[in-house]
């Protein structure tokens, strides 16, 4: 334990101070940064190791309860981000005061902070090309570890874990190497196959959902060779009362029939512009770009500056980059939703040739047209991208 404090605390002196005059990149490391905002499951803790001044991780129960049931939620072979933050939703608990979105949970999911690492994610840290700065016999099963971003690493750590730094950290994890691993290599896999994941049921896979409790509907085949939906909470704890015995098909056929109105009121592909002529996009754009200024004159105003300064700029460089991460956010809200005026040609194509077209066309209107389907006892309601 002692080793464990020494290594960290000298790192956090000699390598993280090194990076003061990069202090607009903090947030965009992903990792913790001694002295900002502890990971949400723990509190900080001042310590003193070897006449040097740091800190450490210490439990707060109550959070670190959430994070282990975040855990074992995502560690189900069917639980999606979806699921999980429609479960905080609807429990109302928030996260730093904000309830919880997919890129906050991925944060989460991502973080080697709550592992109790051992050899086995040493290893998996190792296979990836991350430099190990902790020896292997610091891999003990009990304490976390910090990921910082590499200096001369080509891409962020969230998407490729070459070249960046783990080091072991003086405080204790939160869930199991296994746990951790598997719900990492589940979000890798995602990352992976998501945009080629082959629906085999029903073109309407990944919209639809449960209008009671909002998690995936799977199409089932039953011996007749029909289909019905079925709410994949109910079928994994039964904690949900389902939708009813729903087929597929009159789904699919209701949907079809509201899709071809939707184009019949007057949505023009005409009407669909350019992503960066959209109003909306045009002023998140002209706000970043003076977001950007401000944090260049801070960053320039830190050669020289005493203590006092250098915190506040410090701590207004992560007021305005928490700003800019949320724009960003906004923006791929605006992408996601958004169809080009060839796309849109091609739907209104694909509606008048439903019959003909295959099933992999058929998810590409239902994409481009349709964010979200819910199903309840004997009702549809859609929710329309535009």
């Not at 190497?177 to 990492?184: G, K, P, V």
């Not at 007749?224 to 699919?252: F, W």
């Not at 005409?270 to 401000?294: D, F, G, H, S």
Request: positive net charge.
């Amino acid at each position: 334990m002692l080793n464990i404090c020494i290594v960290f605390a000298q790192l956090e002196r000699e390598t993280i101070q090194k990076r003061v005059s990069d202090a607009y990149y903090s947030r965009s490391q992903k990792g913790f940064r001694m002295g900002g905002k502890p990971p949400y499951g723990y509190r900080l803790e001042e310590i003193l190791m070897e006449g040097i001044h740091t800190k450490k991780l210490v439990e707060e129960p109550g959070e670190a309860a959430i994070v282990r049931e975040i855990f074992d939620m995502y560690e189900q072979p069917d639980t999606s981000y979806g699921d999980i933050t429609r479960y905080y939703a609807e429990k109302g608990v928030q996260f730093y005061g904000k309830e919880l979105i997919r890129s906050m949970l991925a944060q989460l999911l991502r973080n080697p902070v709550y592992v109790r690492a051992d050899m086995d994610v040493y290893r998996f840290f190792r296979s990836h090309g991350t430099n190990i700065v902790s020896s292997p016999e610091q891999f003990d099963g009990i304490h976390g570890c910090y990921l910082y971003q590499g200096r001369d690493a080509q891409t962020d750590k969230l998407q490729n874990l070459k070249g960046h730094m783990l080091v072991v950290a003086p405080h204790e994890g939160l869930v199991s190497s296994e746990q951790w691993l598997n719900c990492r290599i589940k979000l890798m896999r995602n990352k992976t196959i998501q945009a080629n994941r082959k629906a085999v049921n029903t073109w309407l896979a990944g919209k639809v959902k449960c209008g009671n409790c909002g998690y995936a509907l799977m199409s089932i085949k039953i011996q007749s060779g029909k289909q019905y939906l079925r709410c994949t909470k109910r079928l994994n704890n039964k904690a949900c009362p389902g939708c009813g015995k729903v087929y597929t098909e009159d789904v699919e056929n209701y949907v079809y029939k509201e899709m071809v109105r939707k184009l019949r009121e007057g949505q023009s592909p005409a009407t669909y512009t350019k992503l960066k002529e959209n109003p909306q996009v045009k002023q998140i754009y002209r706000e970043i770009e003076e977001m950007e200024k401000e944090i260049s004159l801070l960053v320039d105003s830190l050669a020289g500056a005493g203590e006092t300064l250098t915190d506040y700029i410090n701590q207004r460089v992560e007021e305005i980059d928490q700003i800019h991460q949320l724009k960003l956010e906004k923006l791929s809200v605006l992408a996601e939703n958004h169809a080009t005026p060839e796309q849109m040609e091609k739907v209104a194509s694909n509606i008048s040739l439903w019959g003909e077209i295959d099933f992999e066309e058929k998810r590409f209107t239902v994409d481009k047209m349709i964010r979200s389907l819910k199903v309840f006892p004997g009702s549809v309601q859609i929710q329309w991208k535009f």
